[in-house]
């Protein structure tokens, strides 16, 4: 498996890890109320399991499967598939943090990170899709 998706797969379960960790404590405070800001986690777990865990899982699996190239290099040229990694994990944690950071605008600077991170990565991706047989 390329590193680069080792990194993908990865990111995605420790993702994963934490957006079950707060899920647990929101439904923890659902059902005994002990902290009303704990409903703050409500974001971070959104963002942690639907763009961290489920998105980069894909994003991962499709670098590693998706047809290479028959010249080297066979996966193409992997700097923006890496910048896209970075991006969109910036953006995750920029739109996790938006409910303690004390700006209007760092929610959507978070989605507008994992939208660009997400473009580079079909960017660079998008040489390698071809019809079958091809």
Not at 16 to 37: D, H, S
Not at 40 to 61: D, R, Y
Not at 121 to 129: A, C, E, I, N, Q
Request: net charge positive; glycine share 10%.
């Amino acid at each position: 498996m390329p590193r680069l998706s080792v990194w993908y797969l990865r990111a995605s379960l420790l993702y994963l890890a934490a957006g079950f960790i707060l899920g647990g404590l929101l439904l923890w405070n659902k059902g005994l109320p002990f902290n009303p800001r704990v409903w703050s986690l409500l974001t971070p777990h959104i963002q942690f399991l639907l763009f961290g865990w489920i998105v980069e899982l894909i994003m991962g699996m499709a670098f590693w499967i998706l047809p290479r190239f028959s010249q080297p290099p066979r996966r193409g040229h992997v700097g923006l598939a890496w910048a896209s990694l970075w991006l969109f994990n910036a953006g995750i944690m920029v739109a996790a943090a938006s409910p303690w950071i004390a700006s209007n605008w760092s929610q959507a600077a978070g989605w507008g990170l994992e939208l660009a991170g997400a473009g580079l990565f079909v960017v660079y991706l998008w040489p390698r899709v071809k019809p079958a047989g091809a």
